[in-house]
């Protein structure tokens, strides 16, 4: 038998999360955002359940490769640009489209003998100070792209670093672009799922969105998407593997961190950090057994858990247990570790076998 964890993967969710992004985002087209081979949950399974998406949207060239050999015919881009002046040669083999951040890439383009025009995105820095050309550059720069014979379209592209923040949102960043941007002809694509979401006035040409299509939040709250119909695609699960009964005073796990306060049964779950369950989720993190929300108890160690059985007294050797997925949110999860529900879903290891579910 092989050990009982295992992911699945619910494909009519993915078909779902993106019809709701759809129905928010009007005649805006849509990128989806499947970088780190899609949020973790497996590229080459996933992508076609997104195919109803105007492109595909990563940063990694051998996952645009992929996405080709496997016959997406559409828009591909490549939200981190290109990192060596030879990928421009991959670039135009594949029709990928590729972000320009920096004057350098400029300069590569301008040199390389391309068979024909690549289209580009050109990428503002409105205030992340990550990537892209400052404000008071940009048109300048724009100009200069323009006259290149080896670029054909020309996209205006920025991104957020609190459009998942009510308090703070997108406006001062929003202003710079505006400005920029004004009387000029030219495509923008902005919102990443906060903005797509939250944030009508920044839809422009196209999104962004990843981590909505997957079912969790952008802001790492799931009260906060609770009501806008998203499903979560992947649910960890694995069984109990063995039952101890504590008195009073007995310890768990390495460290002894949790001390049993009077009588009761603990379980133990095949499921460790190496399984991309945080290490950090101590004590009082949510974990579902036999159909019943309960709790983590003291250190994740690295194959296995430990779980407080009072909730579930039925609960014996073979229960199962679901880590994250449809009955409880991978962003509550997340919060107790001081996480996001992103680095979850992109952690899960890659010893842990996958499978589909429509
Ligand atoms: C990852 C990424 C996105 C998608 O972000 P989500 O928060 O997952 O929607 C959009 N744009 C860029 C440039 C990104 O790197």
């Not at 404000?135 to 720069?141: G, M, S």
């Amino acid at each position: 038998m092989p050990r009982p964890i295992s992911a699945t993967i619910h494909l009519d969710a993915l078909e779902n999360n993106l019809a709701v992004v759809r129905s928010k985002v009007g005649n805006s087209k849509i990128w989806a955002v499947v970088k780190a081979n899609a949020y973790g949950h497996g590229l080459s399974c996933v992508w076609q359940y997104l195919d109803q998406a105007d492109g595909f949207a990563l940063l990694d060239f051998n996952e645009a490769i992929l996405l080709r050999e496997q016959g997406w015919q559409g828009p591909i881009l490549l939200l981190e640009g290109f990192f060596k002046p030879e990928d421009l040669s991959i670039i135009a083999e594949y029709r990928l489209i590729t972000v320009v951040h920096s004057h350098w890439q400029l300069k590569a383009i301008e040199m390389a003998n391309l068979s024909k025009p690549i289209d580009i995105y050109l990428k503002l820095n409105s205030g992340m100070n990550r990537l892209g050309f400052p404000a008071d550059q940009y048109r300048t720069v724009l100009s200069s792209a323009k006259c290149l014979r080896q670029i054909g379209q020309i996209t205006l592209m920025s991104h957020f670093a609190n459009a998942d923040n009510k308090e703070i949102g997108v406006t001062e960043q929003l202003n710079v672009i505006n400005s920029v941007s004004q009387g000029l002809d030219i495509s923008q694509s902005l919102a990443n799922s906060a903005a797509s979401l939250w944030y009508p006035q920044t839809h422009r040409d196209w999104v962004r969105p990843g981590i909505v299509l997957y079912g969790a939040s952008p802001s790492g709250k799931w009260q906060d998407i609770a009501d806008i119909g998203l499903k979560a695609v992947m649910s960890l699960q694995s069984e109990i593997i063995a039952i101890q009964n504590l008195k009073a005073g007995d310890k768990i796990g390495y460290g002894s961190q949790y001390t049993a306060p009077g009588p009761m049964r603990v379980g133990t779950v095949a499921c460790g950090y190496a399984d991309g369950y945080p290490r950090r989720a101590m004590t009082g993190t949510p974990i579902i057994v036999d159909g019943a929300r309960t709790q983590v108890l003291g250190t994740v160690s690295m194959d296995m858990l430990s779980v407080d059985l009072t909730p579930c007294p039925q609960a014996q050797i073979g229960s199962p247990v679901e880590l994250w997925g449809q009955n409880l949110p991978v962003d509550d999860v997340a919060g107790i570790p001081g996480t996001i529900g992103y680095e979850l879903l992109c952690a899960l290891a890659d010893r842990v076998p996958v499978s589909l579910c429509r």
